[in-house]
């Protein structure tokens, strides 16, 4: 017997059941598309449900039953069709043959405000404009502001730009409103400002990910030089979090050893390079360009993870950029302390030929330049 997993388990194994059921037939069943999006009070016609052999071929799975989770968010009725009731995101199963799987369906106000980075780590004198994002169910023209900061010793707040300029090491909150002169939104956000003395210290992250999974997560930052097989540096940047039932880490590797702040590209690399047997060709220990990925393990045995690996377009291998935006002498017992952030696309490997797989992964961090003598894969 072949065991079939919900290929969404692992984007919300920290909230809901995935069922892991065996079929004779050894086909898996697929609701499509795995992500779409509706607006509150609106409808979406039923998924397309269907069996898929190991041939790619499709099947007619027989009755389906529908659930959600949470019914908060979206409803579900007995045809399968999704009705948006609240600002969120829900996972929609249908269980059919034996198996139950399942898609994201993201649920969105008529205007809608999303904050990039809900935390941004700086050090002091970085400035950054705040990334958000506008969804509206009617195209209208809008007007955006922020709120002064109210502690400006910390960091000051550009009202109408949204740009943030870090003074000394401290907290505080900032908040973005956006109207189209009928709605209006508003959303929190939080900015620390740190002061790295020494690369004993640890570093702090915060990232998100926009896709078929969604994360908005902070967690324990550092960066590395180490050696390569021929005994030059490479760069590493590692920012992991254990929390809600997975392990999450992003790793941003680069060819040559960091010197100075500057922006560098992220290329893509594929699942046969990540994977290869053959040592000088090894993405970690001996890199032939800056790459990425993203993955989330879950800590329950049995339950599948997301990898995701840094993917350009069609027309160019560059996936995305990391942007050291300080490089300073660490106060105590030498080293260096970096500030910076970084962007970019990566492919789901679950997922590896659905456009729907292509996830957006976006950081902040204030980390630790540390060296280490030996490549650890």
Partial sequence: MKRHLFALCGAVAATFACVNT????????????????????????????????????HHDPGPVSWSIN???VATVDAAGRVAGKAKGSAVVFATAAGVTS???VVVSRPLELTLLLDTLFLMPDDTITVPFAIAQKTPAATTVRFDSSKVSNVYTMDTITGKITAHEAGEGRYVARVSDGTNSVSDTGGVVILSLTDTSTNGRFYMTAFGTA???QSGIAEAAHYQKLNQKLAFRLIDTLT????????LITLRDSLLAAGTFEIDSISPQEVTTQVNQQNPYCNPQRPWAYWASTPTTAGV???VALS???ASSAVAGY???TQYTPALVGGGSILSGRYLFQAQRLDLYADPLGLETIRGIFVVPLRMRSVCQN
Avoid: K
């Avoid at 929390?243 to 999450?248: F, K, L, P, R």
């Fill in 22 to 57: 065996e079929t004779p037939q050894q086909q898996l069943l697929v609701v499509d598309p795995v992500l779409d999006s509706v607006f509150v009070g609106d409808t979406l016609a039923p998924r397309s449900v269907y069996l898929r052999d190991g041939s790619g071929g």
């Fill in 70 to 72: 949470p019914s908060t």
């Fill in 102 to 104: 399942g898609a994201i």
């Fill in 214 to 216: 969604i994360r908005h």
């Fill in 243 to 250: 929390a809600n039932g997975s392990t999450e880490a992003i």
């Fill in 304 to 306: 599948p993870g997301i």
């Fill in 311 to 313: 993917h350009g377009t």
């Fill in 322 to 324: 990391l942007s050291i």
